[in-house]
């Protein structure tokens, strides 16, 4: 591609804007990105949010490295701010886990600032004095400093203003109808309200409602849109102040991570799983295809989890601050991300239009490379991936045996969301002692 040519990018998200800033950077001049959200960042995206994990802790080497080199760019203060928070991420290692012990491996092949932890005394020293921390007496685990977590809404709105600093165009209200096409190539789109952007180049960055808006693309299988269930709870400032140099905790065996206080005194935590579907009939086709179920969508009725799921956070930070899981749940949330049967994302030129490039299917692991996520978008625009790389992203790669992919052959099978079986306000209350 020409450096002059119009590249078009469909959503304000992760992987939109760091696509449009890694680009910019490169030289190209016409870059645009659209937002169906008519407020930015769009209050329903899975990167709208107090915060995500950063964290170079991977089994697969490849994002185990790619994560460091996102880290070191998270320290460029004058791009970030003070958007990331190096907290330290403590795992338990739990015997015979394959995917923690692969985790620790590469975390020390890599040269990371690594403490592992014996005993349950020194898992203790590296939470604050004063903290109540449940610990087996046999606990082992492993502290990586080099990581912790990242102000999610405060590094998306940092990384716009600084894509419209380097000239790119943020347009919000952009829902999109269809695409524009020519000899069977995109050459821009017609959105709902009758606005037409043309474009040589159309990248399509729009998280988890990749399937569901655009049903005419088949993604269904590589992009399952799934809910991811969510929990808050408000401390008092001085609770704040007693917690607030915790270590992230991140529990790979059971999938649930939690987080130290944030500025506004609210501990997170949350569940990374197989998470839940909403399967509906499609506006724009006859397909049943799973469509998040948002605060956009339903109001506040959108965010509610399922009650098992209340039930499981609550219980696994039993296990871990059982001083806090003594208070309520202040809020929940299903954050909706777009899983890929293997969890790699889709990064690539859709096979049937050379216009066309996803950028999607981050599976819960992608906001901590918002840094670098892009350059990754770029070199595929480039023709520039390693083939390896480029396999590994591929829109149409295999899932399974002889090509054939289907939900139980995911990971993480998810589990249809049953709206009778969601929290009340009673859900969010400690149980009584």
Known sequence: MSQTQQVLIVG???????????LLKRG??????????????????????????VRSSYA???????AR??????????????????????????????????????????GARIEHLS?????????????????PENARGWLNRDGGWAFASQGITRLMDRVTSLGGKIVPGKAVAEFLKKDGKTTGVRCEDGTVFEADLTVLAVGSWTASAFPELSLQTQCLATGQTVAMIQLTPEEGDQYRDCPVVLNF???????????????????????????????????????????TSHGKDGLRIPKAAAQKLRAELAQVYPELAKKPFAATRLCWYTDAPDENWVIGYHPEDS?????????????????VVGRLVA???????????????????????????????????????????????DDLLPVPS
């Open 69 to 110: 080199e996102a880290i070191a760019d998270w320290k460029d203060a004058e791009l970030w701010g003070d958007t990331y928070h190096e907290s330290g991420v403590y795992c338990p290692l739990v015997v015979g886990e394959e995917y923690t012990d692969k985790a620790y491996e590469n975390d020390v092949a890599a």
């Open 379 to 425: 070199d595929a625009i480039e023709g520039k991936l390693p083939p390896d790389v480029a396999s590994r992203f591929a829109v149409n790669r295999p899932h399974a045996k002889d090509g054939v992919v289907a939900p139980e052959l995911r990971y993480q099978p998810a589990e249809e969301l049953v709206v009778d079986q969601l929290c009340g306000p």
């Open 28 to 53: 190209y001049q016409n870059i645009t990105v659209i937002d169906r959200s008519p407020v930015l960042p769009a209050p329903d995206a899975a990167s709208t949010d107090i915060n995500k994990i």
């Open 355 to 371: 216009s066309l490039v996803l950028a999607t299917a981050g599976s819960g692991h992608a906001y901590k490379f918002l840094p």
């Open 119 to 135: 005993g349950a005394d020194a898992i203790r020293k590296v939470f604050p004095p004063g903290v109540s921390v449940a610990v």
């Open 12 to 22: 304000a998200g992760c992987f939109g804007l760091s696509t449009a800033y890694h």
């Open 253 to 295: 065996v059971t999938g649930v991570y939690m987080f130290p206080p944030n500025q506004d005194n609210i501990v997170k935590l949350a569940i990374h799983g197989g998470g839940y579907t909403q399967t509906v009939e499609n506006a724009k086709s006859a397909q049943v295809i799973s469509t998040p179920r948002t605060i």
């Open 60 to 66: 697969d080497a490849f994002y185990a490295h790619l």
